[in-house]
């Protein structure tokens, strides 16, 4: 029997120069756990640059949730995104009221010691973060190594290589382990950290490219977030040219989890460069979108 209780609402700030991967895995499956995700802006604007240049579009400026009590806030990392959320004001507030209140807040990456520790939130707890930042973090909290630490309402996490743990266990934290189970199995997440990857060449292929090699990503409405967007982050940590392009009649396309993306162009602009490789983020909606849309000149 379905349940009448309303969905846990959760708030994910986002601000120029967040780590995408954090924002949108995070999001993405709260989203599935049937939380009400807001994802606010902290600039001045609704659309933020991630860092790597992901376009993110928001829901509502963080003004707009100044007064919304919300079940959890989970900060995401990435530099300058951590000081640019450490800078909010309102933000700051939201988050003190919600540690004073006794309720969830998280945060992953650089921000655990940038903006939560800052704010003074993580005294005598135990918390992690991304490692550069460890010894800032040991000023204001207990520093610990954990892939993901929850000490009482606190989560704290890592990174992006982290941030599906991190978002399944704000899932135990609200909805409990039955439901993070349920959300984590259909993730395909490996069981065992220690487990070695195996990869099987079936086909073997000789690639080559150049030292910047340049990547088409196409995205439509209905696109899985998660996938889009971590092909787009790491390729463009290793140095690769992307070029994320919308098969949709405009550059803004909404997602399977309803998280906003901005393309770099339309898809007809794209046809007219040549690539090294094309990679498909799909679903089963977006899919179908992506298979019609293809006529490149290859």
Same mark, same amino acid.
């Given at each position: 029997?379905?349940?009448?209780? %309303?969905?846990k609402?959760v708030?994910?700030?986002?601000?120029?120069g967040?780590?995408?991967i954090?924002?949108?895995?995070? /999001?993405? +499956?709260l989203?599935?756990?049937?939380?009400? /995700?807001?994802?606010?802006?902290?600039?001045?604007?609704?659309?933020?640059?991630?860092?790597?240049?992901?376009?993110?579009?928001?829901?509502a400026?963080i003004?707009?949730?100044?007064?919304? +009590? #919300?079940?959890?806030?989970?900060? %995401?990392?990435?530099?300058?995104?951590?000081?640019?959320?450490?800078?909010?004001?309102?933000?700051?507030?939201?988050?003190?009221?919600?540690?004073?209140? $006794?309720?969830? @807040?998280?945060?992953i990456?650089?921000?655990?010691?940038?903006?939560?520790?800052?704010?003074?939130?993580?005294?005598?707890?135990?918390?992690? $973060? @991304?490692? %550069? #930042?460890?010894?800032?973090?040991? =000023?204001?909290a207990?520093?610990?190594? =954990?892939?993901?630490?929850v000490?009482?309402?606190?989560?704290?996490?890592?990174g992006p $290589? &982290?941030?599906?743990? #991190?978002? /399944?266990?704000l899932?135990?934290?609200?909805?409990?382990?039955?439901?993070?189970?349920? /959300?984590?199995?259909?993730?395909?997440?490996? =069981?065992?950290?220690?487990?070695? @990857?195996?990869?099987?060449?079936?086909n073997?292929v000789?690639?080559t490219?150049?030292?910047?090699?340049?990547?088409?990503?196409?995205?439509?409405?209905?696109?899985?977030?998660?996938?889009?967007?971590?092909i787009?982050?790491?390729?463009?940590w290793?140095?690769?040219?992307?070029?994320v392009?919308?098969v949709?009649?405009?550059?803004?396309?909404?997602?399977?989890?309803k998280?906003k993306?901005?393309?770099?162009?339309s898809?007809?602009?794209? &046809?007219?460069?040549?690539?090294?490789?094309i990679?498909?983020?799909?679903?089963?909606?977006?899919?179908f979108?992506?298979?019609?849309? #293809?006529?490149l000149?290859?």
């Amino acid at each position: 029997m379905a349940s009448d209780s %309303p969905a846990k609402k959760v708030l994910v700030p986002i601000a120029n120069g967040t780590e995408a991967i954090e924002a949108v895995i995070t /999001v993405d +499956v709260l989203r599935r756990a049937g939380a009400d /995700v807001t994802v606010a802006s902290v600039e001045k604007q609704l659309r933020v640059d991630g860092y790597h240049g992901v376009k993110i579009v928001a829901d509502a400026l963080i003004s707009d949730c100044s007064q919304t +009590v #919300f079940d959890l806030i989970a900060l %995401p990392g990435g530099i300058p995104g951590a000081a640019n959320l450490k800078n909010s004001e309102v933000l700051e507030s939201l988050v003190k009221k919600q540690a004073a209140d $006794g309720k969830l @807040y998280a945060a992953i990456c650089a921000s655990p010691a940038v903006a939560l520790a800052s704010w003074g939130v993580l005294k005598g707890l135990k918390a992690t $973060g @991304y490692p %550069p #930042f460890m010894e800032q973090l040991a =000023s204001g909290a207990i520093a610990v190594e =954990s892939r993901v630490q929850v000490d009482g309402k606190v989560v704290t996490s890592r990174g992006p $290589g &982290t941030t599906m743990e #991190f978002a /399944v266990a704000l899932v135990e934290q609200l909805y409990g382990k039955e439901k993070a189970d349920e /959300v984590s199995g259909p993730l395909v997440m490996r =069981s065992n950290h220690g487990d070695e @990857y195996v990869i099987t060449e079936l086909n073997s292929v000789e690639w080559t490219a150049s030292d910047s090699p340049k990547i088409l990503v196409p995205i439509a409405n209905g696109t899985e977030e998660m996938e889009a967007i971590i092909i787009i982050d790491i390729l463009r940590w290793a140095k690769a040219d992307v070029v994320v392009a919308s098969v949709e009649d405009k550059l803004e396309i909404i997602a399977s989890r309803k998280v906003k993306l901005e393309a770099d162009m339309s898809l007809d602009e794209a &046809t007219k460069l040549s690539y090294d490789l094309i990679v498909l983020p799909v679903s089963w909606v977006s899919s179908f979108l992506l298979f019609n849309s #293809f006529s490149l000149p290859y």
